[in-house]
């Protein structure tokens, strides 16, 4: 899987970047190593937190995909 970031060079130093496509993730590092070590912890963890209640219904069905 591959996923696009937003990088930005910080106002005090170094940079900050956010995830488009994950609503709310973002993270910083003073360089750009360190950054993109940030960014690959904070997209797993965004991607692991569950997303509030589900609705399924008796016609729905539920699937599973590995990334």
């Not at 990088?7 to 995830?19: F, I, L």
């Not at 690959?40 to 965004?46: D, H, L, M, P, T």
């Amino acid at each position: 899987m591959r996923i696009q970031a937003i990088v930005h060079k910080a106002e005090e130093g170094g940079y900050w970047a956010e995830v488009p496509c994950i609503p709310g993730c973002a993270t910083q590092g003073e360089t750009m190593e360190e950054l993109r070590v940030n960014l690959r912890e904070a997209i797993e963890g965004c991607l692991s937190v569950p997303v509030g209640e589900r609705s399924v219904h008796r016609d729905d069905q539920v699937i599973e995909l590995a990334l």
